[in-house]
C-alpha cells in the first residue's frame, strides 16, 4: 500500500483506492498542515465503507482545492506503480500484469485508445503480449517452450523475461 499522495489521488480517480488509503491520505495530509473538516472527520473514523470513504475524501479534496489528476495522468501513475513492482520483483509479472489487465485495461477502456496493438497508448503492448503468452506456456507445457524450456522452467524463464521488460519500460517512462 502506498502513502504517496501522488499515486493515492490516482488510485482514487480511477476507483482503485481503498478506503485505508484515503484515510492514511487524510492523515498525512493534516500532518501536512492542510485543514478540512472532511479530512478530520475521514482520518479520524474508524468504521466506514469504501463509499463514505470515497464521499468524505471527494469533499475534502474540494475544500483544500486540491487538483485531481485527468484519467490519463491517474492511468500513467499507477502503471508507473505496478510496473515498477513487476520490475523489482514485488510482485511477480502474471500477478502484476492480472492486475493491470483487470484495473487498468479493462476498466479505462485502452481498447478504444489502440493504435495497433492494445496498450499502445501507454506503451506496454509488450506487457500485455507477455500476460497472455503466460496462458500457453501454463495451459500446454509440452506444446509451447520458451528458450528451448517447458512447463514451470519456461515460466520462470520467461518471469525473468517480463521482469526485463518492466525495467526497460521504468526507465523509458520515469519522467512522465
Known amino acids: 500500500m502506498t502513502t504517496n499522495l501522488k499515486n493515492i489521488f490516482a488510485r482514487y480517480k480511477l476507483k482503485l483506492a481503498t478506503c485505508n488509503e484515503l484515510q492514511r491520505a487524510a492523515v498525512k495530509l493534516l500532518d501536512q498542515g492542510r485543514f478540512s473538516d472532511a479530512l478530520v472527520e475521514l482520518a479520524g473514523v474508524d468504521v466506514l465503507t469504501t463509499e463514505e470513504c470515497r464521499v468524505l475524501f471527494e469533499k475534502a479534496v474540494t475544500e483544500l482545492g486540491v487538483e485531481l489528476p485527468s484519467d490519463d495522468e491517474a492511468i500513467w501513475e499507477v502503471l508507473k506503480e505496478y510496473i515498477k513492482n513487476i520490475a523489482e520483483s514485488i510482485v511477480s509479472p502474471r500477478e502484476g500484469m492480472r492486475r493491470i489487465v483487470e484495473e487498468i485495461v479493462h476498466p479505462a477502456h485502452l481498447h478504444q485508445k489502440t493504435t495497433k496493438y492494445l496498450g499502445d497508448s501507454h506503451d506496454i503492448e509488450k506487457l500485455l503480449g ?47
Open 130 to 176: 507477455g500476460y497472455y503468452a503466460y496462458d500457453d506456456l501454463k495451459e500446454r507445457p509440452m506444446e509451447t517452450s520458451y528458450k528451448g524450456k517447458h512447463g514451470e522452467e519456461a515460466i520462470k524463464a520467461y518471469d525473468q523475461r517480463m521482469i526485463n521488460l518492466a525495467q526497460e519500460w521504468i526507465k523509458k517512462h520515469r519522467e512522465k
